[in-house]
Antibody, heavy 122, light 104 residues
Framework: QVRLQESGPGLVRPSQTLSLTCSVS??????????WAWIRQRPGKGLEWIGY???????YYNTSLQRLLSMSIDTSKNQFSLRLTSVTAADTAVYYC??????????????WGLGTLVTVSS | EIVLTQSPGTLSLSPGERAALSCRAS???????LAWYQQKPGQAPRLLIY???VRATGIPERFSGSGSGTDFTLTISRLEPEDFAVYFC?????FGQGTRLEIK
């Protein structure tokens, strides 16, 4: 059974960099053929796709965030990571990592990690 | 950029009733390019339907998806107490704003 777990600081200062890691178990991140995604949910709000990564040469970002965003994969640790620079209070959210399927039937996210709350505050 | 609009915002029904949740796209989608998720308080979303009508592994048969073009529907044939939650539709990198299904 595939499991994903997010980790990283729960508090980030404004203008600093938010860094999160997703650890994957039960699947090989480098050989499964899946994409690996980040999605966030601001308090009381809906879901916002941040981006996904296939390998370190193939990343796809939400255009509204891409100038601040980078993702990477560490195959040796079976992990992938998110970095979001110059954060503001608007980046306060629960951040989820998820496995993404891209196929002829579209794109969907399954499974998801439990999520981690990141608060941007001084 | 595609916008997905879900309706109603909140749906109040009783256990045993049938629920129909709508997701409308701002432009026509491939008939299969839609997924549905269920989210309960404090939990991550759970995939219910992909490819517009394919149930994900372990999803009960009372959940079904239909539609094509710009109009899609998630139907729950007979509501169980555990079905009261928020439901989101999704196409590629876009999510709808969600429908809250609450107990009447």
């Amino acid at each position: 059974q595939v499991r994903l777990q997010e980790s990283g600081p729960g508090l980030v200062r404004p203008s600093q960099t938010l860094s999160l890691t997703c650890s994957v178990s039960g699947d090989s991140i480098s050989s499964s053929g899946y994409y690996w995604a980040w999605i966030r949910q601001r308090p009381g709000k809906g879901l916002e796709w941040i981006g996904y990564i296939y390998d370190n040469d193939n990343t796809y970002y939400n255009t509204s965030l891409q100038r601040l965003l980078s993702m990477s994969i560490d195959t040796s640790k079976n992990q992938f990571s998110l970095r979001l620079t110059s954060v503001t209070a608007a980046d306060t959210a629960v951040y989820y990592c998820a496995r993404a399927v891209n196929s002829g039937s579209g794109t969907w996210f399954d499974p998801w990690g439990l999520g981690t709350l990141v608060t941007v505050s001084s | 950029e595609i916008v997905l609009t879900q309706s109603p915002g909140t749906l109040s029904l009783s256990p045993g009733e049938r629920a129909a949740l709508s997701c409308r796209a701002s432009q026509s989608l491939s008939s299969t390019y839609l997924a549905w998720y269920q989210q309960k308080p404090g939990q991550a979303p759970r995939l219910l339907i992909y490819g517009a009508s394919v149930r994900a592994t372990g999803i009960p048969e009372r959940f079904s998806g239909s539609g094509s073009g710009t109009d899609f529907t998630l139907t729950i044939s007979r509501l169980e107490p555990e079905d009261f939650a928020v439901y989101f539709c999704q196409q590629s990198g876009t999510f709808g704003q969600g429908t809250r299904l609450e107990i009447k």
